[in-house]
């Protein structure tokens, strides 16, 4: 009997988080309920017109101490900081090396060298663009709601559309900084900024599933979305074929006898 009555009060307070969550966006019911890397965060209306895809992505690996707030990589306003009820929230610098750390972004800037979009690892001096937090460990930033209790690799905003100059983190002391996993999270939660979601194929890089033989690139394939199983994609289709959806979102890199 007594552990008839426990059991009952376990699942009401699964239901009751279950309700928190799926109630705290401002339209989609459906959308963070699953294990995701991703929090649902009201769409930035502020803006005055359709959030944009930034161009620009900047891997931060000073640290900073970021504020809550519609997402402004400019001014470390972000969304996340807001959904977690912070004031502030600093975030360490990377821990491994210079070495390390330009071999990441390297490997990022491969995963995106299809797209025209720049990988940079200095604050830009223009006003729009991504910035990736990469370094530290999730701490506040996850509520072990997320991923069902397992280690938190990354953390992305997320609207079913792109979000300008969004902020993403990437928890490279939590992957130890390992070169290929943290690019691959990396690239992974840049594509989530830009409104991409999860594919059931193991060579995209947006798959939860072991990767394949090959190495994992944005897969240019029509592929059911989902983590564990298919499911519908956020915005609404039956498959995602992530390679042409940043390819139609970010357009093509300009070769070098087009560019300006
Ligand atoms: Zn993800």
């Excluded at 009401?12 to 928190?20: I, M, Q, Y």
């Excluded at 000073?62 to 996340?80: F, Q, V, Y």
Aim: with cysteine; glycine share 8%.
């Amino acid at each position: 009997m007594r552990a008839l009555v426990l059991g009952l009060l376990a699942a009401l307070v699964f239901a009751g988080s279950f309700w928190f969550f799926a109630s705290r966006g401002d339209e989609i019911v459906e959308f963070v309920a699953d294990r995701a890397d991703r929090l649902r965060v009201p769409v930035q209306k502020a803006l005055g017109h359709e959030p944009r895809p930034s161009r620009i992505i900047y891997l931060n690996r000073e640290g900073a101490t970021l504020g809550p707030g519609s997402d402004d990589a400019r001014k470390n306003r972000s969304s996340i900081i807001e959904m977690r009820g912070l004031a502030t929230h600093t975030l360490d610098a990377f821990g491994g090396s210079k070495k390390t750390f330009e071999s990441i972004a390297a490997c990022v800037a491969e995963n995106f060298a299809a797209y025209d979009v720049q990988v940079v690892t200095s604050r830009p001096v223009t006003d729009d663009y991504m910035m990736v937090m990469l370094g530290d460990r999730a701490g506040p930033l996850d509520d072990g709601k997320l991923h069902e209790g397992k280690h938190l690799y990354g953390l992305s905003p997320a609207t079913r559309g792109p979000i300008e100059r969004a902020i993403v983190y990437v928890f490279a002391t939590e992957l130890r900084n390992h070169v290929k996993h943290t690019c691959e999270t990396t690239s992974h939660e840049i594509a989530h900024a830009y409104g991409l979601d999860h594919t059931r194929e193991c060579s995209d890089l947006m798959s939860y599933e072991k990767p394949c033989k090959t190495r994992r690139v944005f897969a240019d394939k029509d592929v059911p979305c989902g983590e564990d199983e298919d499911r519908n994609c956020d915005r609404g289709t039956a498959t995602q074929n992530s390679h042409q959806l940043l390819l139609g979102l970010l357009g093509p890199r300009p070769t070098a006898a087009t560019a300006p």
